[in-house]
T-cell receptor
Framework: AQRVTQPEKLLSVFKGAPVELKCNYSYSGSPELFWYVQYSRQRLQLLLRHISRESIKGFTADLNKGETSFHLKKPFAQEEDSAMYYCALLNTGFQKLVFGTGTRLLVSP | DVKVTQSSRYLVKRTGEKVFLECVQDMDHENMFWYRQDPGLGLRLIYFSYDVKMKEKGDIPEGYSVSREKKERFSLILESASTNQTSMYLC??????????????FGPGTRLTVL
């Protein structure tokens, strides 16, 4: 069964501190993984996808197939990074996403 | 720029009422999705559709139905609303991308309260 696990409901850090939001997955095929973000009063939107290997707003995520992880990292958190973050796995057979339960990131000044 | 709109931002209904949530996208996307978003549970897929008049059950379809009469419009129907259907409902659309990765574009959400 496909599953995405985000073990932390809330991650609270100070501005300038490093951030790592954890995501683990279970999938029998070759995974395609995403991070979506929802800022306060805004719609859910794509932050990044592993296949493009890009850095968005200073965030990066590396797919580790050995550890079945796709953790989201940023070296220096900013207050505007405060948001809800969801890790998601694409079920390619059905073109649908399986989402984790989300982690709320709170960056304090 | 992809636009996904939902008919209402806030909705209050009574137990037993029939409720319609409408979603419209303007990018000619084949795929459309309905999720509910609950604290601690994340996003859970209710129904999705690959094409007009096609629908597939998601992970939590009980108590819901959908309609896709036109490509741009995907409706979620609560046949007889219950208090446990109080939630935030999100609609999304994406291109049918075959084997390639596709991005889902989300609407602003409808917060439904069932009294």
């Amino acid at each position: 069964a496909q599953r995405v696990t985000q073990p932390e409901k809330l991650l609270s850090v100070f501005k300038g501190a490093p951030v790592e939001l954890k995501c683990n997955y279970s999938y029998s095929g070759s995974p395609e993984l995403f991070w979506y973000v929802q800022y306060s009063r805004q719609r859910l939107q794509l932050l990044l996808r592993h296949i493009s290997r890009e850095s968005i707003k200073g965030f990066t995520a590396d797919l580790n197939k050995g550890e079945t992880s796709f953790h989201l990292k940023k070296p220096f958190a900013q207050e505007e990074d405060s948001a809800m973050y969801y890790c998601a796995l694409l079920n390619t057979g059905f073109q649908k996403l399986v989402f984790g339960t989300g982690t709320r990131l709170l960056v304090s000044p | 720029d992809v636009k996904v709109t939902q008919s209402s931002r806030y909705l209050v209904k009574r137990t037993g009422e029939k409720v319609f949530l409408e979603c419209v996208q303007d990018m000619d996307h084949e795929n459309m999705f309905w999720y509910r978003q609950d604290p601690g549970l994340g996003l859970r897929l209710i129904y999705f559709s690959y094409d007009v008049k096609m629908k597939e059950k998601g992970d939590i379809p009980e108590g819901y139905s959908v309609s896709r009469e036109k490509k741009e419009r995907f409706s979620l129907i609560l046949e007889s609303a219950s208090t446990n259907q109080t939630s935030m409902y999100l609609c999304a659309s994406s291109v049918l991308a075959g084997d390639t990765t596709d991005t889902q574009y989300f609407g602003p959400g409808t917060r439904l309260t069932v009294l």
